[in-house]
């Protein structure tokens, strides 16, 4: 690949340096293009310091890459990305690495196999799968990967199971009896099950670990605005029904979130779910495939209010501030064969 250009994302994993010699080697004679794509938190004040890392990280790569290449010919070009984006997921990395390759006339990234942006949900599967789809060639680097090893139940394992254990139990109440015994039991062992087979993927971080206090105190003030969500798509669709024509426009829908996977994406498509008028059919990643049937019910989910309130619990006040789905061109209406 002498003379050719690649493109190297970069994190602070245990097999950067190896990623590096490896992507001198692949390219001897042409450009090497060091990345690191910072994830959200870097765009608020706060965040600042990322930003830093990230120039030190390639200012060491820089280095590297030079003293891989002794007295041959290499061109090396950093640059920090996502200071001036959203990158949430692995969708949102993979479009910035694509617009960047595309704008360099790059054809072809190096992926680190331990490769981690900083995101709080594994990304590199789902990354790989994004950059295939926005037709982005990679490989992998060949690296001496550390052995992994499975680790006994801590502390924090048991702490996923005991909060599912726990949520599940109290939603299940909501729905039954919680004063008839056969609604206990079978909560416990409904309970029981969920938090075995769901806990490690829906914490994505251990939940001493989630900021706890202040969450639940924003959750507090996200139920009644569900609730008013809530009874206002309630009405909606009591007057559609009620109209003699019975003015319904059912279309599948496309919404690009800009909330994690894991925990925050699974609220936010339930939250969807129990607004009447939308009902969430696929959450993958970043993207919600919901059903609309009224065109106020889409045009509500298009101007974000549950998934700016999700992010508001989640992440804090600062994140509820993104623009919405329609702003960000992150909306739209399936049709044909897609729908």
């Known amino acids: ?80 990305l996502g200071t001036d984006e959203y990158l949430f997921g692995p969708r949102d990395y993979a479009e910035t690495f694509a617009a960047y390759a595309a704008d360099r006339g790059i054809d072809r990234l190096v992926l680190d196999p331990e490769y981690d942006p900083g995101t709080t949900a594994p990304v590199l599967q789902p990354l790989e799968r994004e950059l295939a789809a926005v037709g982005l060639a990679y490989e992998a680097a060949a690296v001496a990967r550390p052995a992994r090893r499975e680790r006994l139940p801590s502390a924090e394992t048991l702490d996923r199971y005991v909060a599912l254990f726990g949520v599940s139990l109290l939603f299940y109440l909501i729905l039954g009896d919680p004063t008839y015994w056969f609604d206990l039991v079978t909560g416990v062992a409904v309970a029981a099950v969920v938090s075995v087979t769901l806990a490690r993927v829906t914490f994505t971080a251990p939940p001493r670990k989630l900021q706890s206090p202040l969450r639940v105190l924003r959750f507090s003030l996200y139920v009644p605005y569900l609730v008013f969500e809530i009874v206002k798509a309630n009405l909606a669709i009591s007057l559609v029904i009620l109209h003699p024509r019975m003015p319904i426009e059912p279309r599948m829908t496309r919404v690009n979130t800009r909330v994690r996977s894991g925990l925050p994406l699974l609220a936010l498509a339930n939250s969807i779910t129990l607004t009447p008028g939308t009902l969430t059919v696929r959450a993958n990643d970043q993207r919600l495939i919901v059903h609309t049937l009224i065109a106020s019910a889409r045009e509500d989910l298009f101007d974000g209010g549950l998934e700016r309130a999700v992010r508001f619990v989640f992440y804090g006040r600062k994140w509820a501030a993104i623009a919405t789905p329609r702003e960000r061109g992150d909306a739209e209406i399936l049709g044909g064969e897609e729908s």
């Open 1 to 80: 690949m002498a003379g050719d250009r690649l493109l190297v994302p970069l994190s602070e994993s245990v097999t950067v340096r190896q990623t590096v010699s490896h992507a001198v080697d692949r390219v001897a004679g042409g450009e090497l293009h060091f990345v690191v794509a910072v994830p959200f938190e870097a765009n608020v004040p706060e965040g600042s310091r990322t930003a830093e890392e990230a120039e030190r990280l390639l200012d060491r790569a820089r280095s590297w890459a030079r003293e891989d290449a002794g007295d041959g010919e290499l061109s090396v070009e950093t640059a920090v």
